[in-house]
């Protein structure tokens, strides 16, 4: 009885061992699936302070800057997006969603290359009140947000 014993004690720490080594490669899987898939958002006055490196993509979001959106050849367009703080130049080569213009909320996707942000993935804000999350806890931290009236229908 004594050899079955210590039969099952053996499975039981193989089975624990393979179970454990299983959880770790899904981890590192899961991990290395998400690696790209992950990108955290800055306000303009994160930006100017800590400029994130050359390859990291990350969000950046805030208001267009009123008299800073100029539409140039071709798809290319750059403006400046602020928080109150800081502002930082964004160049974006593509087709922007319809509400976007100045004094409008943005959240852009991209990389910080030579002190602009060039994004592949512009988001406007989608009607008259929205405004994502971020953006407004980016604006409020510079004092410059301001909740939307309620008597223009805001919800």
């Known amino acids: 009885m004594a050899g079955f014993k210590s039969l099952k004690k053996a499975r039981r720490v193989q089975v624990l061992l393979i179970a454990a080594a299983a959880l770790m490669v899904s981890v590192g899987l899961v991990g290395y699936a998400m690696r790209d898939g992950i990108n955290f958002f800055r306000s303009p006055s994160q930006v100017a302070e800590a400029p994130p490196g050359p390859n990291e993509t990350?969000?950046?979001?805030g208001?267009?800057?009123?008299?800073?959106?100029?539409?140039?050849?071709?798809?290319?367009?750059?403006?400046?997006?602020?928080?109150?703080?800081?502002?930082?130049?964004?160049?974006?080569?593509?087709?922007?969603?319809d509400l976007f213009g100045e004094n409008q909320g943005m959240v852009g996707t991209g990389k910080l290359?030579?002190?602009?942000?060039?994004?592949?993935?512009?988001?406007?804000?989608?009607?008259?009140?929205?405004?994502?999350?971020?953006?407004?806890d980016a604006l409020k931290a510079q004092g410059v947000y301001q909740e939307p009236d309620a008597a223009k229908g805001g919800s």
């Open 58 to 61: 990350f969000r950046i979001g």
């Open 113 to 136: 290359v030579d002190g602009t942000f060039v994004a592949h993935e512009i988001l406007a804000k989608h009607d008259e009140t929205y405004m994502p999350k971020e953006v407004i």
């Open 63 to 97: 208001l267009v800057e009123e008299g800073s959106l100029v539409r140039g050849q071709g798809e290319t367009v750059t403006f400046r997006v602020t928080d109150g703080g800081a502002s930082v130049a964004v160049a974006f080569t593509g087709v922007l969603p």
